[in-house]
């Protein structure tokens, strides 16, 4: 059985939800962990977790941050890349303005973290676990812009893996479908027709319980294995962790 204690490990986006789910997870399997998120404090607050303050879509916040992190953890195994935003529109009306914010903080924040997590591991090799989303895949409605940005986070993984392959390092997704908090306020915010209606999709759609999956029971026991020695010889692939909702082909 491997075991992910003593691993070195940055999760972004780990204020809150998913990411913030995951890395209580690996701090309570014994890893030493630094938590990246626009929504912390200027300056590392010291810990297990550590947290710091960084913007995704900042090539100069990214790298700062990032060699903080390293040091502070004395090295890195692991970054697990959570961070990103979903916001909804139709496709007609998507303006500039949130395309491109959209693609900054999505594609480009995968690529500066990726970026930056590279300097340090292509000695050593390790691991980098991107959020990846069904929407990338399959497509979502009202959600084209996000939709896009998961494509480009795809195909930018893919790629990478090939690239980066030779350091051993590898790369790999996680397409999620877990219930969180902003799942919860979103679902506060719907009419008694709107959650029935969402309700029934997903039992149609999801085989496994129809509904969203648990963080620590459903989400965390894939990350913990993609973040370990045990998925050295695993790159390039997309893991969805959704009741069965996205099957690859």
Same mark, same amino acid.
């Given at each position: 059985?491997?075991?992910?204690?003593?691993?070195?490990?940055?999760?972004?986006?780990?204020?809150?939800?998913?990411?913030?789910?995951?890395?209580?997870?690996? *701090?309570?399997?014994?890893?030493?962990?630094?938590?990246?998120?626009?929504?912390?404090?200027?300056?590392?607050?010291?810990?297990?977790?550590?947290?710091?303050?960084?913007?995704?879509?900042?090539?100069?916040?990214?790298?700062?941050?990032?060699?903080?992190?390293?040091?502070?953890?004395?090295?890195?195994?692991?970054?697990?890349?959570?961070?990103? +935003?979903?916001?909804?529109?139709?496709?007609?009306?998507?303006? *500039?303005?949130?395309?491109?914010?959209?693609?900054?903080?999505?594609?480009?924040?995968?690529?500066?973290?990726?970026?930056?997590?590279?300097?340090?591991?292509?000695?050593?090799?390790?691991?980098?676990?991107?959020?990846?989303?069904?929407?990338?895949?399959?497509?979502?409605?009202?959600?084209?812009?996000? %939709?896009?940005?998961?494509?480009?986070?795809?195909?930018?993984?893919?790629?990478?893996?090939?690239?980066?392959?030779?350091?051993?390092?590898?790369?790999?997704?996680?397409?999620?479908? +877990? %219930?969180?908090?902003?799942?919860?306020?979103?679902?506060?915010?719907? %009419?008694?027709?709107?959650?029935?209606?969402?309700?029934?999709?997903?039992?149609?759609?999801?085989? +496994?319980?129809?509904? &969203?999956?648990?963080?620590?029971?459903?989400? &965390?026991?894939?990350?913990?294995?993609?973040?370990?020695?045990?998925?050295?010889? +695993?790159?390039?692939?997309?893991?969805?962790?959704?009741?069965?909702?996205?099957?690859?082909?």
């Amino acid at each position: 059985m491997q075991t992910i204690a003593g691993s070195r490990i940055i999760v972004t986006g780990s204020a809150s939800g998913m990411g913030a789910a995951v890395m209580a997870g690996l *701090v309570a399997s014994g890893a030493r962990v630094v938590g990246l998120d626009l929504g912390y404090g200027a300056g590392m607050a010291p810990g297990n977790p550590a947290v710091a303050r960084c913007d995704v879509s900042d090539k100069a916040s990214v790298d700062a941050t990032f060699d903080a992190a390293v040091a502070h953890l004395g090295g890195l195994d692991t970054l697990i890349h959570a961070a990103g +935003i979903a916001p909804g529109a139709p496709a007609e009306s998507i303006d *500039v303005d949130d395309w491109d914010r959209v693609f900054a903080v999505n594609a480009r924040g995968t690529m500066l973290t990726n970026q930056a997590a590279f300097r340090h591991l292509r000695d050593a090799g390790g691991r980098i676990i991107n959020f990846a989303s069904g929407a990338g895949v399959s497509g979502l409605t009202n959600k084209a812009h996000y %939709s896009a940005t998961k494509g480009a986070v795809i195909a930018w993984t893919r790629t990478a893996a090939k690239e980066w392959g030779r350091y051993g390092i590898t790369l790999n997704m996680i397409a999620p479908a +877990i %219930s969180t908090p902003m799942y919860a306020q979103t679902r506060a915010s719907m %009419s008694a027709d709107q959650l029935a209606a969402l309700d029934a999709r997903l039992a149609a759609d999801m085989p +496994i319980d129809g509904r &969203l999956g648990d963080a620590d029971r459903d989400l &965390l026991p894939l990350m913990l294995f993609l973040s370990g020695d045990g998925a050295r010889f +695993i790159t390039g692939q997309i893991f969805p962790v959704d009741g069965g909702l996205l099957m690859v082909r």
